[in-house]
C-alpha cells in the first residue's frame, strides 16, 4: 500500500498568517487522486480539495492545493481563527485508500 | 441536503461482533459508492471497505479480510459494516463516507457521516 507522510506534524502560526502543510507519498500518485481533508475536535473530516488541486463548492478560495508524482502541498494564504485545526492527506487512485497521519494547525 | 446519519455508540467485549449503520438521504442512493474509514483515539484514519449500492459490490482492506461485511439495503437507503472478532485495538470512532463521484472506482470522499464509538472492552 501507499504511505504517506505529512510534514510538519505541528505549525504553530498566527491569524493571518501562511500556512503550507506538505505530503509526500511512498510511491508516485496516478490519476491525480490526492485529496485534502480538514478535521475539527469531535466531527467528521471534511473535504477540502480532490484531484491535488480542485476545491468543492463552498471551500474558500485561501485554500489551494499542488503537487505532483510523490510530493504535494496545501496552503491556506491567510489563516482565519477556523483554520486552526488538523488536516489530512490522502491518495485514493490505489487500492487500499490511504490517508498521512495528520498535521496540527495550532495558534502560536 | 446529502447527509448519512450513522448509528448511536456502541460497548462490545472481546470477541464478539459489531454492526453499524450508515442511512443516506438527499440524494440518488444506488449511484454512489460508500466507504467505512475508522479513527482510533488520537490517531490518523484508516480505510477498512467500501460497498457499490446498485451491485453490491463491495472492496476490503487486506488486514480486515474474514472478519468484515459491509453491505447496502436499497430499500431502507441503509449500509451497514459488520466487523467481528472485536479487539480492545479496534476501540475507534467509525465513519461512513461517500464517494464524490456517481461511478464505480476510487473517489475522495464529500459526505461523511457524524461517526459511531465503538469501545472494546476485554
Known amino acids: 500500500e501507499i504511505v504517506l507522510t505529512q510534514s510538519p506534524g505541528t505549525l504553530s502560526l498566527s491569524p493571518g498568517q501562511r500556512a503550507t502543510i506538505f505530503c509526500r507519498t511512498s510511491?508516485?500518485?496516478?490519476?491525480?487522486?490526492l485529496a485534502w481533508y480538514q478535521q475539527t475536535p469531535g466531527q467528521a473530516p471534511r473535504l477540502l480539495i480532490f484531484s491535488v488541486s480542485s476545491r468543492p463548492t463552498g471551500i474558500p478560495a485561501r485554500f489551494f492545493a499542488s503537487g505532483s508524482g510523490t510530493d504535494f502541498t496545501l496552503t491556506i494564504s491567510r489563516l482565519e481563527p477556523e483554520d486552526f485545526t488538523v488536516y489530512f492527506c490522502q491518495q485514493y487512485g490505489s487500492s487500499p485508500p490511504t490517508f498521512g497521519g495528520g498535521t496540527r494547525v495550532e495558534i502560536k | 441536503q446529502d447527509q448519512l446519519v450513522q448509528s448511536g455508540g456502541e460497548v462490545k467485549k472481546s470477541g464478539a461482533s459489531v454492526k453499524v449503520s450508515c442511512k443516506a438521504s438527499g440524494y440518488m442512493f444506488i449511484r454512489y459508492g460508500i466507504n467505512w474509514v475508522r479513527q482510533a483515539p488520537g490517531q490518523g484514519l484508516e480505510w477498512l471497505g467500501w460497498v457499490h449500492p446498485e451491485n453490491d459490490d463491495t472492496k476490503y482492506a487486506q488486514k480486515f479480510q474474514g472478519r468484515i461485511t459491509v453491505t447496502a439495503d436499497k430499500s431502507t437507503r441503509t449500509v451497514y459494516l459488520d466487523l467481528s472478532s472485536l479487539r480492545s485495538d479496534d476501540t475507534a470512532v467509525y465513519f461512513c463516507?461517500?464517494?464524490?463521484?456517481?461511478?464505480?472506482?476510487?473517489?475522495?470522499?464529500?459526505?461523511w457521516g457524524q461517526g459511531t464509538v465503538v469501545s472494546v472492552s476485554s
Open positions: 510511491a508516485s500518485i496516478t490519476r491525480s487522486s
Open positions: 463516507a461517500r464517494d464524490r463521484v456517481g461511478v464505480a472506482g476510487l473517489w475522495a470522499y464529500d459526505v
